[in-house]
């Protein structure tokens, strides 16, 4: 009986082998001949992939003649990640992206500044797989936004439009005619006469004399700055006075405006407007609504990485609170992450529902709420204080005089 079942198994093991041979026999002949596309890729391990800059043996480091590696930032978002580009010695095109392994906006761990150069490639290399906790990464736009360079619709000279708005019709001008035509204005699109700087150009004649807060004709010219990649102050903030306008718009006067204002007035400090991070390593319970730690919120990486790590080795659990699923939520971590899925604009009212609820179950922490400045956190030997009890300010409160509400001519 024993044999015969034996038999039976292997029999059975074969079919299901053959078969599922079978199905991928293409799929498995390539594999084992590292085939792609019908050509024979270059290397058994890597396949066609390129192969890589450094090469380590034994903890000893040499660079390969084929690429160079050179530091760079990216200009992918508003994070300007330190970052290594790896570029093929002979085209001399960048083919790799990748973080560098000094900077805690691609990295943690990263790297003391005095460590030599040939350390950081040995720590971020396999050797005693040294570069899984050193690993620097660029983000997976990081990785692609190279490609711009050789994009065949990359804008590189200025564009002048030349039908009507909305009809898209664009023509390329020289950067002369770009500073003539702004500068001095005239009929530029067929449609009437439009102001030059020139136009502009008086900072003595006031806007308005009836509202000299206006200021002068100069301020009617609003400059617009875009991600500040280390040219806005000498290049934008230059003209701007030297043309004698007060109106420059950066790039924070638009994006994460509310989070930045938020910050600075729970920090007091308008001046320097702070951002602020949850402390993932120390934090038991994180609400992140409208964002999500592991895809937004700069430096996403160094976040991504730092939340991937305190959910598993540390206490931290968490709630995302969006619309769309993201990839912050991770079903490999059971209940320590959860999302609870919201519709678009409904997160005020969510939260107005949890302070009704704290307050009617008096679910607040009245002893911290109990200490309002650093001099009361001293006496009490607390770790911090809050200033929340300063939002009901409670002195000189008016009495209501119902007078107020009769009609004017009954008084
Ligand atoms: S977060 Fe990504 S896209 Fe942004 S600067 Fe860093 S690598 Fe580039």
Same mark, same amino acid.
């Given at each position: 009986?024993?044999?015969?079942?034996?038999?039976?198994?292997?029999?059975?093991?074969?079919?299901?082998?053959?078969?599922?041979?079978?199905?991928?026999?293409?799929?498995?002949?390539?594999?084992?001949?590292?085939?792609?596309?019908?050509?024979k890729?270059?290397?058994? &391990?890597?396949?066609n992939?390129?192969?890589?800059?450094?090469?380590?043996?034994?903890?000893?480091?040499?660079?390969?003649?084929?690429?160079?590696?050179?530091?760079?930032?990216?200009?992918?978002?508003?994070?300007?990640?330190?970052?290594?580009?790896? &570029?093929?010695?002979?085209?001399?095109?960048?083919?790799?992206? %990748?973080?560098?392994?000094?900077?805690?906006?691609?990295?943690?761990?990263?790297?003391?500044?005095?460590?030599?150069?040939?350390?950081?490639?040995?720590?971020?290399s396999?050797?005693?797989?040294?570069?899984?906790?050193?690993?620097?990464?660029?983000?997976?736009?990081?990785?692609? !936004?190279?490609?711009?360079?050789?994009?065949?619709?990359?804008?590189?000279?200025p564009?002048?439009?030349?039908?009507?708005?909305?009809?898209?019709?664009?023509?390329?001008?020289?950067?002369?005619?770009?500073?003539k035509?702004?500068?001095?204005?005239?009929n530029? %699109?067929?449609?009437?006469? !439009?102001?030059?700087?020139?136009?502009?150009?008086?900072?003595?004649?006031?806007? /308005?004399?009836?509202?000299?807060?206006?200021?002068?004709?100069?301020?009617?010219?609003?400059?617009?700055?875009?991600?500040?990649?280390?040219?806005?102050?000498?290049? !934008?903030?230059?003209?701007?006075?030297?043309?004698?306008? !007060?109106?420059?718009?950066?790039?924070?006067? &638009?994006?994460?405006l509310?989070?930045?204002?938020?910050?600075?007035?729970?920090?007091?400090?308008?001046?320097?407007?702070?951002?602020?991070?949850?402390?993932?390593?120390?934090?038991?319970?994180?609400?992140?609504?409208?964002?999500?730690?592991?895809?937004?919120?700069?430096?996403?990486?160094?976040?991504?990485?730092?939340?991937?790590?305190?959910?598993?080795?540390g206490?931290?659990?968490?709630?995302?609170?969006?619309?769309?699923?993201t990839?912050? /939520?991770? &079903?490999?971590?059971?209940?320590r992450?959860?999302?609870?899925?919201?519709?678009?604009?409904?997160?005020?009212?969510?939260?107005?529902?949890?302070?009704?609820?704290?307050?009617?179950?008096?679910?607040?922490?009245?002893?911290?709420?109990?200490?309002?400045?650093?001099?009361?956190?001293k006496?009490?030997?607390?770790?911090?204080?809050?200033?929340?009890?300063?939002?009901?300010?409670? /002195?000189?409160?008016?009495?209501?005089?119902?007078?107020?509400?009769?009609?004017?001519?009954?008084?």
């Amino acid at each position: 009986m024993e044999t015969s079942r034996r038999n039976f198994l292997i029999g059975t093991s074969i079919v299901a082998g053959s078969a599922a041979v079978g199905g991928y026999h293409e799929t498995l002949g390539k594999a084992i001949t590292m085939q792609r596309r019908g050509e024979k890729a270059k290397d058994a &391990i890597y396949g066609n992939a390129p192969l890589t800059e450094i090469i380590q043996k034994e903890g000893k480091i040499a660079f390969s003649n084929d690429y160079v590696v050179k530091p760079s930032v990216c200009n992918g978002c508003t994070t300007f990640c330190s970052v290594r580009v790896k &570029i093929d010695a002979k085209s001399g095109e960048v083919v790799r992206v %990748f973080g560098n392994p000094y900077s805690l906006l691609s990295s943690d761990p990263w790297l003391p500044y005095k460590t030599p150069l040939i350390e950081s490639f040995k720590a971020t290399s396999g050797f005693k797989e040294s570069g899984l906790e050193m690993r620097s990464t660029a983000c997976s736009r990081g990785n692609l !936004v190279y490609e711009k360079l050789k994009d065949p619709f990359r804008v590189t000279t200025p564009l002048k439009r030349v039908g009507k708005r909305g009809e898209d019709k664009w023509a390329s001008i020289s950067i002369e005619q770009l500073i003539k035509e702004i500068s001095e204005g005239g009929n530029l %699109f067929g449609e009437g006469e !439009v102001q030059g700087l020139k136009a502009l150009a008086d900072t003595k004649t006031l806007i /308005d004399a009836q509202n000299p807060d206006y200021g002068p004709i100069a301020n009617k010219l609003c400059v617009l700055g875009t991600a500040d990649e280390g040219r806005q102050n000498y290049m !934008v903030h230059r003209f701007v006075q030297s043309f004698g306008t !007060v109106n420059f718009m950066g790039h924070t006067s &638009i994006c994460g405006l509310s989070m930045r204002a938020g910050e600075a007035a729970y920090l007091d400090d308008f001046a320097t407007s702070p951002h602020m991070k949850p402390d993932f390593e120390h934090c038991e319970f994180l609400l992140s609504i409208g964002t999500a730690p592991a895809q937004a919120g700069n430096p996403f990486k160094r976040q991504a990485k730092l939340l991937a790590k305190s959910r598993t080795g540390g206490a931290l659990r968490y709630v995302i609170v969006t619309p769309i699923l993201t990839n912050s /939520d991770s &079903i490999a971590v059971g209940d320590r992450s959860r999302w609870l899925p919201i519709k678009p604009s409904g997160d005020l009212a969510l939260v107005m529902g949890m302070i009704r609820v704290i307050i009617e179950e008096e679910r607040y922490l009245k002893a911290y709420l109990a200490i309002p400045s650093d001099v009361a956190q001293k006496t009490l030997n607390e770790v911090s204080f809050t200033n929340a009890s300063h939002l009901v300010i409670m /002195d000189g409160v008016k009495k209501v005089r119902f007078w107020w509400m009769l009609p004017r001519w009954l008084m």
